[in-house]
Protein backbone atom coordinates (compact mmCIF):
# COMPACT_ATOMS: atom_id res chain seq x y z
CA UNK A 1 0.00 0.00 0.00
CA UNK A 2 2.80 2.25 1.13
CA UNK A 3 4.38 1.46 -2.41
CA UNK A 4 1.48 2.48 -4.14
CA UNK A 5 1.08 6.03 -2.64
CA UNK A 6 4.84 6.29 -3.23
CA UNK A 7 4.07 5.99 -7.20
CA UNK A 8 0.93 8.10 -6.90
CA UNK A 9 3.10 11.22 -5.43
CA UNK A 10 6.42 10.09 -7.59
CA UNK A 11 3.43 10.95 -10.83
CA UNK A 12 1.63 14.05 -9.56
CA UNK A 13 5.57 15.35 -8.50
CA UNK A 14 6.00 15.12 -12.52
CA UNK A 15 4.88 18.60 -13.65
CA UNK A 16 4.89 19.03 -17.67
CA UNK A 17 6.59 22.43 -18.58
CA UNK A 18 4.20 24.94 -19.58
CA UNK A 19 5.00 25.36 -22.95
CA UNK A 20 3.13 27.90 -25.59
CA UNK A 21 3.38 27.71 -29.22
CA UNK A 22 2.15 30.25 -31.07
CA UNK A 23 2.01 29.56 -35.21
CA UNK A 24 2.76 32.11 -38.14
CA UNK A 25 1.38 35.32 -38.41
CA UNK A 26 0.19 36.19 -41.70
CA UNK A 27 -1.31 39.48 -44.05
CA UNK A 28 -2.04 39.68 -47.66
CA UNK A 29 -0.98 41.93 -50.50
CA UNK A 30 -2.75 41.87 -53.67
CA UNK A 31 -0.72 43.46 -56.19
CA UNK A 32 -1.88 45.48 -58.67
CA UNK A 33 -1.08 48.00 -61.38
CA UNK A 34 -3.46 50.88 -60.06
CA UNK A 35 -2.96 50.38 -56.77
CA UNK A 36 -2.65 47.39 -54.13
CA UNK A 37 -5.31 46.03 -51.82
CA UNK A 38 -4.23 44.11 -48.53
CA UNK A 39 -6.37 42.09 -46.36
CA UNK A 40 -5.71 45.20 -43.36
CA UNK A 41 -7.21 47.96 -45.51
CA UNK A 42 -10.45 49.35 -44.24
CA UNK A 43 -11.98 49.43 -48.19
CA UNK A 44 -9.89 47.05 -49.86
CA UNK A 45 -10.24 47.40 -53.63
CA UNK A 46 -8.90 46.96 -57.41
CA UNK A 47 -9.52 49.77 -59.94
CA UNK A 48 -9.88 48.93 -63.92
CA UNK A 49 -8.56 51.54 -64.91
CA UNK A 50 -7.78 51.54 -68.92
CA UNK A 51 -6.91 47.54 -68.72
CA UNK A 52 -8.98 44.89 -70.24
CA UNK A 53 -8.39 42.71 -67.09
CA UNK A 54 -7.33 42.88 -63.25
CA UNK A 55 -4.22 41.35 -63.59
CA UNK A 56 -2.58 40.93 -59.91
CA UNK A 57 -0.27 39.16 -58.03
CA UNK A 58 -1.17 37.45 -54.73
CA UNK A 59 1.91 37.42 -51.88
CA UNK A 60 1.51 36.56 -48.31
CA UNK A 61 4.00 38.14 -46.18
CA UNK A 62 4.43 35.45 -42.92
CA UNK A 63 5.91 36.17 -39.68
CA UNK A 64 7.36 32.98 -38.00
CA UNK A 65 6.03 31.15 -35.21
CA UNK A 66 7.37 30.90 -31.36
CA UNK A 67 7.36 28.99 -28.57
CA UNK A 68 7.68 29.43 -25.01
CA UNK A 69 8.72 27.57 -21.75
CA UNK A 70 8.07 28.56 -18.55
CA UNK A 71 7.08 32.25 -19.82
CA UNK A 72 10.69 32.18 -21.08
CA UNK A 73 10.71 32.65 -25.26
CA UNK A 74 13.05 30.17 -27.49
CA UNK A 75 15.41 31.29 -29.61
CA UNK A 76 13.92 28.92 -32.06
CA UNK A 77 12.08 30.19 -35.10
CA UNK A 78 9.41 28.42 -36.81
CA UNK A 79 8.98 30.07 -40.17
CA UNK A 80 6.11 28.94 -42.73
CA UNK A 81 6.35 26.36 -44.82
CA UNK A 82 3.04 25.77 -47.00
CA UNK A 83 0.36 28.47 -48.08
CA UNK A 84 -3.01 27.85 -49.55
CA UNK A 85 -4.94 31.08 -51.04
CA UNK A 86 -8.18 30.63 -52.63
CA UNK A 87 -10.28 33.46 -54.20
CA UNK A 88 -13.85 33.01 -54.94
CA UNK A 89 -16.03 32.70 -56.87
CA UNK A 90 -13.93 32.62 -60.05
CA UNK A 91 -12.39 29.04 -58.47
CA UNK A 92 -8.66 29.79 -58.25
CA UNK A 93 -6.85 27.56 -55.84
CA UNK A 94 -3.05 28.52 -55.04
CA UNK A 95 -0.39 26.29 -53.05
CA UNK A 96 3.04 26.58 -52.87
CA UNK A 97 3.75 25.56 -55.70
CA UNK A 98 1.90 28.60 -57.32
CA UNK A 99 4.15 30.84 -55.16
CA UNK A 100 8.24 31.92 -55.31
CA UNK A 101 9.36 32.57 -51.21
CA UNK A 102 11.17 34.68 -50.79
CA UNK A 103 13.15 34.74 -46.90
CA UNK A 104 13.98 37.10 -44.63
CA UNK A 105 15.37 36.04 -41.38
CA UNK A 106 12.67 34.47 -39.70
CA UNK A 107 9.79 36.32 -42.06
CA UNK A 108 9.13 34.66 -45.53
CA UNK A 109 6.72 36.35 -48.40
CA UNK A 110 4.96 34.20 -50.50
CA UNK A 111 4.68 35.94 -54.25
CA UNK A 112 2.54 34.25 -56.71
CA UNK A 113 4.53 33.66 -59.75
CA UNK A 114 1.96 33.77 -62.49
CA UNK A 115 -0.51 37.04 -62.02
CA UNK A 116 -4.27 36.32 -61.33
CA UNK A 117 -6.67 37.59 -64.30
CA UNK A 118 -10.03 38.02 -63.59
CA UNK A 119 -12.23 40.22 -66.90
CA UNK A 120 -13.07 43.41 -67.14
CA UNK A 121 -16.89 41.99 -67.20
CA UNK A 122 -16.59 41.32 -63.44
CA UNK A 123 -16.30 45.19 -62.93
CA UNK A 124 -18.66 46.15 -60.15
CA UNK A 125 -18.93 43.02 -58.31
CA UNK A 126 -16.48 41.31 -55.30
CA UNK A 127 -14.39 38.33 -54.50
CA UNK A 128 -13.36 37.03 -51.49
CA UNK A 129 -9.75 35.72 -50.74
CA UNK A 130 -9.21 33.00 -47.90
CA UNK A 131 -5.30 32.44 -46.87
CA UNK A 132 -3.97 30.59 -44.79
CA UNK A 133 -0.12 29.08 -43.65
CA UNK A 134 0.93 26.41 -41.30
CA UNK A 135 5.09 25.75 -40.01
CA UNK A 136 7.19 22.72 -39.85
CA UNK A 137 5.44 21.75 -36.41
CA UNK A 138 1.65 21.78 -38.70
CA UNK A 139 0.62 24.77 -36.69
CA UNK A 140 -1.89 26.66 -38.70
CA UNK A 141 -1.48 30.66 -38.88
CA UNK A 142 -3.87 32.83 -38.52
CA UNK A 143 -6.57 32.60 -41.23
CA UNK A 144 -7.24 35.83 -43.65
CA UNK A 145 -10.39 36.11 -45.14
CA UNK A 146 -11.02 39.26 -46.65
CA UNK A 147 -13.58 40.37 -49.49
CA UNK A 148 -12.21 43.28 -52.30
CA UNK A 149 -13.80 45.26 -54.74
CA UNK A 150 -13.57 45.41 -58.44
CA UNK A 151 -13.78 49.04 -58.91
Known amino acids: MHRMMFAVALVGACVAPDTTQVGPTIDVILVHTNGNATSM ?10 KT ?10 VAGTEQSNGTPSDTMFPAET ?9 VSLTKAEFYVRNILEERTFEQTVKTDVPASMLGSS ?15 NTIDFTFALR
Open 127 to 141: LMLHAETADARGLQS
Open 83 to 91: VSVTIMPIG
Open 41 to 50: DADPHLTLGT
Open 53 to 62: SYSFEVDVHT
